[in-house]
């Protein structure tokens, strides 16, 4: 097998769910390369149907974490981004959940960690960060320099199990191809 460099793939590689933080604050530059890592996203008919609350507030910080039951941990953050569609659009989730990997990836690769938390029915986070009633909230993005080194071990299941060359059933990679 030829190993080539591929700065992507190594951040895809890496990356982790990463709960912790550290009580530092992320450069506001890093914050809007993350943030703009979402909007430069595709979306379906590049209809950008989507809406990103950048929170630095303590206090919302603290407010979000009790709003995700998933996510008590949002509370001690530095940065939270809320990621909502527009009600009416059939592929908000398709699009933003696109638009959440871009911006994870974009984070990681800067050092900074960060989740995915919730998904829908967070009514209360809506009204917290003030987006009209027309968007629906999909996640919510905690962000930090990790507490503690990320090991980057990834608990997956063997390519062979979730993927098959040409027809289901058959090995992939196979013994032809490199
Ligand atoms: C759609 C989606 C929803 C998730 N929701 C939560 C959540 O509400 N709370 C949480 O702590 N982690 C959540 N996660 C993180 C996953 O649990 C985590 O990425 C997965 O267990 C694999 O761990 P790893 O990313 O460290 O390899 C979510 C991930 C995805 C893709």
Partial sequence: MVLMAN???DTVRSVMAVREYQDKAIPSDVVTRIVDAGRLTASASN???WHFVVVREPETLRA???LV???PYIAKSVLAIVVAYEKTSNTGISDCSRAIQSMLLTAWAEGVGSNWTGFGGLEGVRSKVA???RYEVLAVLPFGYPA???KGRKKRKPLAEVA????FGT???GGGSS
């Avoid at 098959?164 to 027809?167: C, F, I, M, N, P």
């Fill in 131 to 133: 987006l009209p009633d």
């Fill in 64 to 66: 979000l974490g009790s």
């Fill in 171 to 173: 090995p992939f990679p």
């Fill in 164 to 167: 098959s060359a040409e027809r």
């Fill in 47 to 49: 209809r950008q149907e």
């Fill in 7 to 9: 700065p992507v793939f």
């Fill in 148 to 150: 503690r080194p990320v």
């Fill in 69 to 71: 039951r998933t996510g």
